[in-house]
């Protein structure tokens, strides 16, 4: 018998979401056939045919990958974060989002392992971004770290459910404390 994919198989191999997923197969793309329970399974054969009519390169398994996504309307903190997490481990993906609505944007779309967000932003702020997110349950577990140079506002986002908090000081351990936070919230990374 011909190897099936979960749709979490599909999500891993695509880095899309189960909603992503499910529309492939609404509108057609992709075909799958239900098991008795009513789960969607896809035919090896036809997923490869698939991500080549659609030019989508197909994860290869292997050591877990985090998503990591990073919001600060700094852009030259975000080069420097980015480069940071991508020179210190290979297992991360980092994405990021210079305010606060293109973070809901990305968070919708990437479902990242850990947030990295900033507080005091143009229009949409840290908070708000942070009270939405914790309101829509499939967004519950995505680990955030509150990465402010206001302690009251990083102080507000751990009590709406941020899992870290850190000041921007200007230190020169800074960064190292923050990766080492990310480390601790991610598992382990290699």
Known sequence: ???????????????VTRETISNWVQEG???????????????KNRINDFAAECK??????????????????????????????????????VETAVNGVD??????DLLPDLLILDAMMPGLKGLDVLKTMKSIDKFKKIKVIAY???PEEAEKMLKAGADRALVKMGKSNEFELLFNSAKELLGKIR
């Open 56 to 93: 989508l390169k197909i994860k290869k398994h292997g050591p877990r990958r985090f998503r990591v996504l990073i919001v600060d309307d700094q852009e030259s903190l975000l080069k420097v974060l980015r480069n940071m997490f991508e020179v210190k481990t290979k297992c991360i993906d």
């Open 103 to 108: 973070a809901g944007i990305k968070i919708a």
């Open 1 to 15: 018998m011909e190897k099936r994919y979960k749709t979490k198989d599909l999500c891993e191999m695509f880095n």
């Open 148 to 150: 402010t140079a206001y």
């Open 29 to 43: 793309k992709v075909k799958a056939c239900k098991t008795a329970g009513g789960h969607l399974r896809f035919e």
